[in-house]
């Protein structure tokens, strides 16, 4: 049987997803292809998925609350973070997960962390910061606007606006979840702050990827230890795809994100 999957957004032709997933899907001999769907509203999100008969699909911006509400059942991290960027259709209900949360974190694993500081308070940044909190990580948040902050102090985060932000404490990774970089001269917040917060840092982490934004240039300059998005978003997709496989009664299962990994990895 021919599965369908697909990434929605606004706007979409950017992802790569479709180019991962098919790339896996054919390499293991799985009978599935994966599309991408550009949606103009929300919530017609759930009735599209239903229309087309998707066996699976990934969310992402604007569309990661909607896909949280629109889900029947929400599992895992998702419940905490408020949004879902993975959708997997089990029997005839729809589940939905948030793969962000542990894709961002494969990524510091290792690092010797133990305070955080996140740029943005949006949905990124809820996955990002969940996901530390989950681990025992101290994090606290700015953000250049006071209203999306309010869903982090609820969660006992230290929040701060990024204008009135004096840093006391020093942070061991800064992590920039905005999208502020994706045009060539925006940093997230005023570079003196950013140069005082890189010289007591270890690490930078931008979630942008593909390009080298003025954060993590920066961060270079203070010979930080920098990492864009591009891992975060292998292993967000992995983890994904295991998800979709749990599902598939394929002999050919590739059964683990290692798996999907290693599958992209031979073609480099
Ligand atoms: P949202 O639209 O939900 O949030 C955007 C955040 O960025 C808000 O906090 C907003 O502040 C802030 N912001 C936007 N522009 C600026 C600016 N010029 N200066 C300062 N702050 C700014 O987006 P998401 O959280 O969903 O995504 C953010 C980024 O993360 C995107 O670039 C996306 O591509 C990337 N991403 C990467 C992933 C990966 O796998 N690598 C996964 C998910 C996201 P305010 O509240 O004041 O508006």
Redesign the pocket.
């Known amino acids: 049987m021919l599965r369908f999957f697909a990434v929605y957004g606004n706007p979409i032709a950017h992802s790569k997803s479709p180019l991962l997933h098919n790339h896996v899907f054919t390499k293991y001999g799985l009978s599935a292809c994966y599309g991408r769907i550009l949606l103009e509203n929300g919530e017609a999100l759930r009735k599209n998925f239903d229309t087309f008969g998707l066996s699976g699909a990934n969310i992402?911006?604007?569309f990661?609350e909607n896909a949280y509400t629109l889900c029947d059942e929400v599992r895992g991290i998702a419940q905490e973070i408020g949004a879902c960027n993975t959708w997997v259709r089990e029997n005839e209900r729809v589940i939905g997960y948030n793969t962000?949360a542990q894709?961002f974190y494969e990524c510091i694993k290792d690092y010797h962390i133990k305070n955080a500081l996140v740029i943005?308070?949006?949905?990124?940044?809820k996955?990002v910061a969940i996901a530390l909190k989950a681990h025992n990580i101290h994090t606290s948040i700015i953000?250049?606007?006071a209203?999306?902050l309010t869903f982090f102090a609820d969660k006992g985060f230290v929040c701060y606006v990024s204008d009135e932000f004096k840093p006391k404490d020093s942070y061991d990774i800064i992590i920039n979840?905005?999208?502020?970089g994706?045009g060539d001269t925006?940093l997230?917040?005023p570079k003196p702050l950013l140069e005082s917060l890189f010289a007591n840092a270890s690490y930078a982490f931008d979630?942008?990827?593909g390009k080298q934004t003025p954060f993590l240039a920066l961060a270079a300059d203070s010979h930080l230890i920098c990492d864009d998005?591009?891992d975060?978003?292998i292993y967000?997709a992995a983890i994904a795809f295991k998800l979709f496989c749990q599902n598939m009664s394929s002999a050919n299962d590739a059964r683990v994100s290692g798996t999907y990994i290693a599958g992209l990895e031979s073609t480099q």
């Open positions: 992402t911006i604007p990661k962000d894709g943005g308070a949006g949905g990124a940044a996955a953000n250049r606007s209203q999306k979840t905005t999208s502020a994706l925006h997230p917040c979630l942008i990827y998005g591009k975060m978003l967000q």
